[in-house]
């Protein structure tokens, strides 16, 4: 059974940087591909980052661009989600997820989900 345990988020100034962490069980984590979304209160959970199984696709959001950077580690089982210049607007609950095959942005895409964890940006 895979199971994704999130980490990192909490409250951060605009502007501010957090570093989320994403922990998979399970051997076969190198072998798929891995996303972050993202849900803010009242609207539909979105893609934020993902990225292939060897590192060498990487996907984000037109939002994120440029400020966001998504990584792995595979020795650690862990991919990461790098945040700098956060906005009000990037509060949500951000979760990691591993995908079905392939690399891709839509949420069907995907069978496991972590519980996610909670980001506030706010002065």
């Known amino acids: 059974q895979v199971q994704l345990v999130e980490s990192g988020g909490g409250l951060v100034q605009p502007g501010g940087s957090l570093r989320l962490s994403c922990a998979a069980s399970?051997?076969?984590?190198?072998?798929?591909?891995m996303g972050w979304f993202r849900q803010a209160p009242g609207k539909e959970r979105e893609f934020v980052a993902a990225?292939?199984?060897?590192?060498?696709?990487?996907y984000y959001a037109d939002s994120v661009k440029g400020r966001f950077t998504i990584s792995r580690d595979v020795a650690k089982n862990t991919v990461y989600l790098q945040m700098n210049s956060l906005k009000p607007d990037d509060t949500a609950v951000y979760y990691c997820?591993?995908?079905?095959?392939?690399?891709?942005?839509?949420?069907?895409?995907?069978?496991?989900w972590g519980q996610g964890t909670q980001v506030t940006v706010s002065s």
């Open positions: 997820a591993r995908a079905t095959r392939g690399i891709g942005i839509s949420r069907s895409e995907y069978d496991y």
């Open positions: 990225i292939n199984w060897s590192g060498s696709i990487i």
């Open positions: 399970g051997r076969t984590f190198s072998s798929y591909a």
